[in-house]
Nanobody, 128 residues
Framework: QVELAESGGGSVEAGGSLKLSCTYS????????LGWFRQAPGQEREGVAV???????VYSDSVKGRFTISRDNAENTLYLQMSDLNPEDTAMYYC??????????????????????WGQGTQVTVSS
């Protein structure tokens, strides 16, 4: 019922910034939980940030203070502002959505496995 599409990925030098966007659509209104998740080669998928319909958000410890998740409900767009990037941030970044009926902290912790709708991903590469 939900389609998502990420954009904004690319290559950046360490210390730089990048902003990702994710547009989403749904046939019917739903209180969507939205999130950003990333996966590097050889690594498990990791929750980056999750935001609920009211704007409450949670972050992975590794990105706190550097990344900011936000959403524009009127435009059906999710954002991830990334600052002070480092090579450890290199990964494929995915946005996802669903109505999991779980605390967003748990959605984050479980790597988005409870979310049923996913975008194709956008690659972020940070060079040193």
């Amino acid at each position: 019922q939900v389609e998502l599409a990420e954009s904004g990925g690319g290559s950046v030098e360490a210390g730089g910034s990048l902003k990702l966007s994710c547009t989403y659509s749904s046939r019917f209104y739903s209180r969507l939980c939205l999130g950003w998740f990333r996966q590097a080669p050889g690594q498990e998928r990791e929750g980056v940030a999750v935001i609920d319909s009211s704007g409450r958000s949670v972050y992975s410890d590794s990105v706190k203070g550097r990344f900011t998740i936000s959403r524009d409900n009127a435009e059906n767009t999710l954002y991830l502002q990334m600052s002070d990037l480092n090579p450890e941030d290199t990964a494929m970044y995915y946005c996802a959505a669903d109505t999991p009926h779980l605390a967003i902290s748990l959605v984050l912790e479980r790597g988005g496995r409870d979310l049923g709708y996913w975008g194709q991903g956008t690659q972020v590469t940070v060079s040193s």
